[in-house]
């Protein structure tokens, strides 16, 4: 059985960071693309951060690029969302997602319960 | 960027209705799109993937089609627990863009 549990949310103030993991369990998890997305208060979906099972192709949403960054740990099938300058914004329930497949074009198979992230002085 | 727009973004409907969503992309994306339904305080889980691929588990009522710019979500038969917001979602390039949602409620 697949899962995947998020941690690491909370409160931070406006520029802080903040470390987001997500355990993943039930798969090969180096075989797999792993992705975040996070939703807003009352709002939709966005697509965040994706990487390559090998770690190797990194994407990020223009809204966070320079300032949020996905890898993972292979040891501990740990995928993990460094996010620094936090901005209101950010503020939102993030999920890690695993990808049908490694490749490109494919769903997001298998969601997480999520983590709130709460950015506010 | 490709830019997805869903209609309805609200439904109001009856258990046993036949329901219908929308989603046009702004540029082609062949076959690479995904439907996901999300129930409140819950992940969203998907139902359909490659436009018409229905994921195991998932009721044979809901069915997905199209190509190209424009797709559509059918549930027919709407059951009570099928009331929830639906996600059209395209995999064809970076970054990966949802559609604004369509909330599907009890008429």
């Known amino acids: 059985e697949v899962l995947l549990l998020e941690s690491g949310g909370g409160l931070v103030q406006p520029g802080g960071s903040l470390r987001l993991s997500c355990a993943a369990s039930?798969?090969?998890?180096?075989?797999?693309?792993m992705n975040w997305v996070r939703q807003a208060p009352g709002k939709g979906l966005e697509w965040v951060a994706h990487i390559s099972g090998s770690g190797t192709e990194t994407k990020y949403a223009d809204s966070v690029r320079g300032r949020f960054v996905i890898f993972g740990d292979r040891s501990t099938s740990t995928l993990f969302l460094q996010m620094n300058s936090l901005r209101g914004e950010d503020t939102a329930t993030y999920y890690c997602a695993k990808r049908r497949r490694d490749g490109y074009n494919s769903d997001l198979e298998y969601w997480g319960q999520g983590t709130l992230v709460a950015v506010s002085s | 960027d490709i830019q997805l727009t869903q209609s309805p973004s609200f439904l109001s409907a009856s258990v046993g209705d036949r329901v219908t969503i929308t989603c046009r992309a702004s540029q082609g994306i062949s076959i690479f799109l995904a439907w996901y339904q999300q129930k409140p305080g819950k992940a969203p889980k998907v139902l359909i993937y490659s436009a018409s691929a229905l994921q195991s588990g998932v009721p044979s009522r809901f069915s997905g089609s199209g190509s190209g710019t424009e797709f559509t979500l059918t549930i027919t038969n709407l059951q009570p627990e099928d009331f929830a917001t639906y996600y059209c979602?395209?995999?064809?390039?970076?970054?990966?863009?949802f559609g604004g949602g369509t909330k599907v409620e009890i008429k």
């Open positions: 979602q395209q995999l064809r390039s970076y970054p990966l863009t």
């Open positions: 039930g798969f090969t998890f180096s075989d797999y693309a």
